[in-house]
Structures are given as C-alpha cells and as structure tokens.
C-alpha cells in the first residue's frame, strides 16, 4: 500500500513536499514514480526515480522545479516541488514499478493527494 500525503493549497511560487509511504509490502527494490492528473486531462508522468536512488528523471518541463528522491529505509519517495504554478494544480500520484516514463509500467498506486496553486 502506498500513501500519498503533502498536497495542499500553495499561492503561486510556494513550495510543498509531497512524501509516499509504503506500507504492507517493501517498494525497495522497484523504481517509484509520480504522475498527476489535472481535472479534464489524462494522468501524466512527473518524475521517477530508480530503485537505489541513483538515477532520476523528469519531465522537462518540471526540471529545475520539481526534485525526486526516496529513502528506502524508511520506505517513503518525495517529491520537492519549487515555484509552483497554476497550471500544477492535479491529483499526484505516487506509484511503484518500473522506471519509466509510461503511466502503464506502474503496478502499484497511492490514493493521490490534491495540490492547488492559486494565483
């Protein structure tokens, strides 16, 4: 089971840490990735990071505001995410599988946490 938490309301150019705790099963050992969903429009690869840690990417147009990262000992991913936009307002997603860009190669999902950024 994986808990998306962190989302809230934020002014444009706020900060907010989004955390996804993994519980009941260990996700060490997958790539965990976060995907979000703007009302209207289909779930959308934000960023994945490996299995150790080591290797991560973004979409380019987040890269430089948004930063994953995991520590697995304590089973929790983030997501830092920096000058925040209107146009991030989405459910995010946090999610174990395979590391890729591909919503599909996701096999295991958090319930979402709702991020609003007002302008």
């Known amino acids: 089971q994986l808990q998306a938490s962190g989302g809230g309301l934020v002014q444009a150019g706020g900060s907010l840490r989004l955390s996804c705790a993994a519980s009941?099963?260990?996700?060490?050992?997958?790539?965990m990735g976060w995907l979000r969903q703007a009302p209207g429009k289909e779930r959308e690869f934000v960023a994945c990071?490996?299995?150790?840690?080591?290797?991560?990417h973004n979409t380019a147009s987040l890269k430089g505001r948004f930063t994953i990262s995991r520590d697995n000992a304590k089973n929790t991913a983030y997501l830092q995410m920096n000058s925040l936009k209107p146009e991030d307002t989405a459910v995010y997603y946090c999610?174990?599988?395979?590391?890729?860009?591909?919503?599909?190669?996701?096999?295991?999902w958090g319930q979402g946490t709702q991020v609003t950024v007002s302008s």
């Open positions: 009941g099963r260990t996700v060490s050992s997958y790539a």
């Open positions: 990071i490996t299995w150790g840690g080591l290797s991560t």
């Open positions: 999610a174990a599988g395979a590391y890729s860009r591909d919503v599909a190669a996701y096999a295991y």
